[in-house]
């Protein structure tokens, strides 16, 4: 049930935004709500606060939020009018999914034994980004256990160059009979 209404919800304000000509903008406010909400887990807590009235959490929207479009904003107080609040986060990621989508933008995950400096991720991101013809964006996710190199995961599409996979291909290698 929970990813039904999600959607729903998602997809009610895609179609807002779609109307409105600002999903662009409104998934960079998506974007802060959820860092916000992800950062401040209390903040989460305030809005599933049966004490806390409605018109306190509105408020508080209000405050929050008061440069975001109008629009992001009633979305907002309509979740706590109707008890969704809950839902927020699904909501927002579903939301931020179906914009890149209709933005053209792709997300890939490039794993790596350590953090990768912006310049290897530019050129990560521009080599994808000719190679699918859509905008990049990337998330650099630590695996220990790569060793070295990278694995580059986007959409279904999984590009493993890492020297932990070199061994795994070394080792079925001799196991089948050996190297000749």
Request: glycine letters at 4%.
């Amino acid at each position: 049930m929970a990813n039904d209404v999600a959607g729903r919800y998602a997809e009610a304000l895609f179609q807002l935004s779609k109307e409105n000509n600002v999903i662009a903008e409104r998934k960079e406010e998506a974007e802060v709500i959820l860092a916000e909400f992800l950062a401040n887990p209390e903040l989460a807590g305030f809005f599933r606060a049966v004490q806390i009235s409605r018109p306190e959490k509105k408020e508080l929207i209000d405050r929050c939020f008061e440069s975001f479009l109008p629009d992001t904003v009633n979305f907002l107080k309509l979740l706590v009018d109707k008890d969704r609040m809950y839902y927020l986060r699904p909501i927002l990621e579903e939301f931020i999914r179906r914009a890149d989508e209709d933005l053209g933008i792709e997300t890939a995950t490039v794993s790596s034994a350590r953090k990768l400096d912006e310049a290897q991720l530019a050129k990560i991101r521009t080599a994808l980004e000719t190679k699918t013809g859509k905008q990049i964006k990337l998330i650099n996710k630590i695996d220990e256990s790569l060793i070295a190199g990278i694995k580059v995961t986007a959409g279904t599409t999984v590009t493993d160059v890492s020297v932990a996979r070199q061994i795994e291909e070394m080792k079925e290698t001799l196991l089948k009979g050996g190297i000749r």
